[in-house]
């Protein structure tokens, strides 16, 4: 857990009244020490002496002079200015894509299951405080009896546990081990009438010439077609095309099947069709006839991206860790998923029946532990809004290409493996903290993240509140604890507990120097676009403005880093796009749903690397700025 503020700020207040940030001086400690104004000195008082009959009478007061101040006096002091912050400095991120790889917690002990208080669900560690056999929760205050020695593993004794991050793993896995290599990679491409449209492209000997989307396509395909084969040649791979029919080609090596008419709209039929088709085989024996499949493929009709995408989805679903590569240009005209009013906001919000196939179809990519990547054209209106779910609730990528970036697009998202499925994070804080921007608004907080691949990271964002506010202010420290539930490749049920005490605020302010502007920066881009496109424009706004409030001050008492420029430049473009949005038309365009949608999945600069949205993008015209780190 890496928190974004050295304390926990006690003070803050939504709306604006928020805590002073302070500048700071250092002793010869080398220690932090606020700067404090001394009093004003009390006037100094005088015996009155008789004044002598030989001094001149005292002149009249005068408005235009002003008078003497006593000599013993200092001159007073201008007042001190305090800048507040409008932010929440108090949020915390997790780096899930590292916690979830237990290979490199190689040096943790590892226990059975954890013992947990029956009130807050928190977890007994080496931080609790036990007296004669009693636990009292430091969360929910709970008493729970524990045995002299707790058996987990090889019955360790608590009082002797000195590790805050522990894992818990199950005595036996439910399935075999499955190897990466034997996952599947469904390519579910668009064929229909308008992937014939063509642009100007740069030949190989360096003249202009003019190739089709298909053209493209087929290109980008064969050579994602050829990199698996030599660096992966046991991956299994299949392809899936689709206009106003759904062809299932599967390996290459069988019949196709087709899906037409009345069964683009049956759910279950698809799904039951596409989880009977034949077991791919692996790439090193059908890459022959996929490379024929590929070659073959020709451009008409509509575009039933629905029944497709379920199709590809249902086929990928017999192996966990599979990935689903969906390429489109157009929206979905026929069939499931149909989409021809315009893409609005409201459709949506979590609580929306708008579009719900969009939803379920998700939902059930991420229960079968399958990731699923949306690719559209620039230039194309695919309501990208609606079918960018996908990718958002399933780990994938979300992105607009053109002819001559369709190929490296491709190739990357058919490499992006799962670490871990069915992800679960639970944080839990001491009774009286709460979670704005939650549904629940108390000191747990659940959230299901899903499919976890590597370089993910995400925040949360939490508060004191007001009526306990002094209590907290009294204690030195307060408890946090992550328990992050999940399923390993091979198939091992885990739970990773850490546990860590923060230091509370004890003074009204906070010095900038203690603020960790990665973590701020990427939460506010979570944040931000999470809100926007849940339809909550105006609370996006007001957090943004509050976000860049906060870089303003702490670009006053210190230089702003690299890293710090690109998350103001992140929020400046998100601003963009909020305020073009209007209460008449709450309407994002291909261009502003695939930032929101990069956003929303944001990791730190530094680790952009390691994010599997590692991409450099741009808006176009008066949207520009830089994407770097994403």
Request: overall charge neutral; glycine content about 6%.
């Amino acid at each position: 857990m890496e928190f974004a503020c050295s304390h926990v700020v006690c003070r803050w207040r939504p709306g604006g009244a928020g805590t002073p940030l302070l500048k700071h001086q250092h002793d010869d400690k080398g220690t932090v020490k606020q700067q404090e104004v001394p009093p004003p000195l009390p006037p100094r008082r005088l015996p009155r002496k008789p004044r002598p009959s030989s001094l001149p009478p005292p002149l009249p007061p005068s408005s235009s002079r002003p008078p003497f101040a006593p000599l013993s006096l200092p001159p007073p002091l201008p007042p001190r200015a305090e800048s507040r912050l409008r932010a929440n400095v108090n949020v915390v991120s997790l780096s899930v894509g590292t916690l979830v790889d237990v290979s490199r917690a190689s040096g943790l002990e590892r226990f059975q299951s954890p013992v947990l208080c029956g009130k807050c669900s928190a977890a007994l560690s080496c931080l609790s405080s036990l007296q004669k056999h009693v636990w009292v929760c430091e969360f929910c205050g709970s008493e729970s009896a524990v045995s002299d020695r707790v058996r987990v593993g090889d019955r360790v004794c608590v009082s002797h546990r000195v590790c805050v991050d522990d894992i818990y793993l199950q005595n036996h896995s439910e399935d075999d081990y499955q190897n990466l290599e034997e996952s599947l990679v469904v390519f579910c491409v668009d064929v229909s009438g308008s992937m014939s449209v063509t642009a100007e492209v740069t030949s190989s000997s360096g003249s202009p010439t003019y190739i089709s989307r298909l053209e493209g396509m087929q290109d980008a395909l064969q050579g994602a077609l050829s990199s698996l084969l030599q660096e992966s040649p046991r991956r299994r791979v299949a392809l899936v095309t689709f206009n106003d029919e759904v062809v299932i080609y599967g390996d290459g090596t069988s019949t196709p099947l087709t899906l037409r008419d009345w069964a683009l709209v049956d759910y279950d039929h698809i799904w039951k069709q596409g989880v009977a088709y034949s077991i791919p085989h692996c790439i090193a024996e059908t890459y022959q006839q996929l490379m024929q499949r590929v070659k073959d493929l020709r451009e008409h009709g509509a575009t039933s991206l629905g029944p497709a995408a379920l199709a590809s989805v249902a086929m990928a679903s017999r192996y966990p860790g599979s990935k689903v590569v969906l390429c489109t240009d157009g929206r979905a005209n026929i069939g499931l998923g149909e989409i021809e009013k315009p893409p609005s906001l409201s459709s949506l919000s979590p609580s929306s029946l708008t579009p719900y196939f969009y939803k379920q179809l998700a939902q059930q990519a991420v229960e079968s532990g399958v990731i699923i990547s949306v690719m559209t054209f620039e230039g194309t209106d695919c309501r990208l809004a609606d079918v960018g779910r996908f990718a958002d609730a399933t780990g994938g990528r979300v992105n607009i290409v053109s002819i001559g970036t369709v190929a490296t697009e491709i190739q990357s998202a058919s490499v992006d493996n799962i670490l871990a499925t069915g992800v679960t994070a639970t944080l839990i804080a001491p009774d009286g903290v709460y979670f704005p921007f939650e549904d629940e608004q108390n000191h747990t907080l659940v959230r299901g993240i899903g499919n976890v691949t590597k370089g993910l990271e995400v925040t949360f964002q939490f508060a004191v509140k007001p009526e306990v506010m002094e209590v907290f202010l009294q204690k030195d420290t307060l408890p946090f604890q992550l328990q992050l539930s999940f399923k390993t490749r091979d198939q091992e049920n885990v739970t990773r507990v850490l546990t860590e005490r923060r230091p509370v605020a004890s003074s009204r302010g906070i010095w900038a120097g203690s603020l960790n502007m990665a973590v701020l920066g990427v939460h506010s881009a979570q944040l931000c676009a999470r809100l926007t496109m849940e339809g909550r424009v105006q609370e996006a706004q007001r957090q943004l403005k509050d976000q860049q409030h906060l870089l303003r001050l702490i670009s006053k008492q210190r230089p702003i880093q690299k890293e710090e420029s690109i998350y103001g430049n992140w929020m400046d473009t998100m601003t963009t796009i909020c305020d073009d949005i209007t209460p008449e038309s709450q309407t994002l365009s291909d261009e502003a749903a695939k930032v929101m949608y990069q956003m929303k999945r944001a990791s730190s600069v530094s680790s952009s690397s390691n994010n599997n949205n590692n991409n450099s993008n741009t808006m176009q015209g008066k949207d520009k700025a830089p994407m770097e780190g994403m």
